[in-house]
């Protein structure tokens, strides 16, 4: 944790350019330099924003895929050590065999710390990519304990509550929530549904959603910071279009699940009635 215990983070809701990878690595750098002058110390970005989401097939998308070694992570990698922040951010991984995964990378000032694969693959998602097996990461950084996961991920409150089990102060989810309709007087399921993960795991949750068309699909521009109650703190924004949402975290609050005198969320799970 900072000395101060106080931790600012941003989300960068952005429109990346489905395969124009230059584009996205400069959109992406003057995101994270916006976000550490206005005093982010963890910056979120959107799921896949160094590729662009709606390959047509797996060639392109193998076209418009990185290493951990390639150059955006190493562009993110050189702004986390120049800013001294922590940046978690989506992109096409390319595997051993022409393989890909929906991957996100979490970088600070010591350099990659962690690769999560997404576990849980959305629609066509699953004809380009090879689903994750392993845990979201949970990291020990010096701004807190964070995780991290992907978008459809966050509808599984299994798969949520590992990372939490594992001592999470703050999970980041760089997402890409395609927009539907939904009455005119409620918020998005999927801001919904982060807030209730946020509550029932008293941990605060940064959900950062991309903006713009693509290819014929629009989407809920829904980035949201949560607090360990299911609050929003920032977000999500009403007018939608490109944002830089900040909110000032005191990530201790997450290690406390207590919720009455007699209750913790954590020590009275059954999880042998659980099945």
Known sequence: MNTAKQT???CCQLAPKIGDLTFNRTLT???IRSAALQGAHVV???ELVQSGYLFADHREALSLSETPE???LQRWGALARELNIVVVGGFCERLAGNELANSAAMIDAQGLRAVYRKAHLWDAEREIFTAGTAAPPVVE???GRIGMLICYDLEFPEWVRLPALAGADLLCAPVNWPDGPRPLTERPAEVVRVQANASVNRMFVAACDRHGHERGVSWVQGSVI???DGYPLAGPAE???EQILLATLNLAEARNK???ERNDLHRDRRPSLYG
Do not use: F, K, M
Request: proline share 8%; net charge neutral; no cysteine.
């Open 44 to 46: 979120v970005l959107p």
């Open 29 to 31: 750098e003057r995101a």
């Open 70 to 72: 390639g150059p955006t």
């Open 226 to 228: 949560v607090d360990a």
């Open 258 to 260: 207590r919720i009455s």
């Open 239 to 241: 007018q939608g279009g």
């Open 8 to 10: 600012v983070v941003a």
């Open 141 to 143: 950084t010096v701004h």
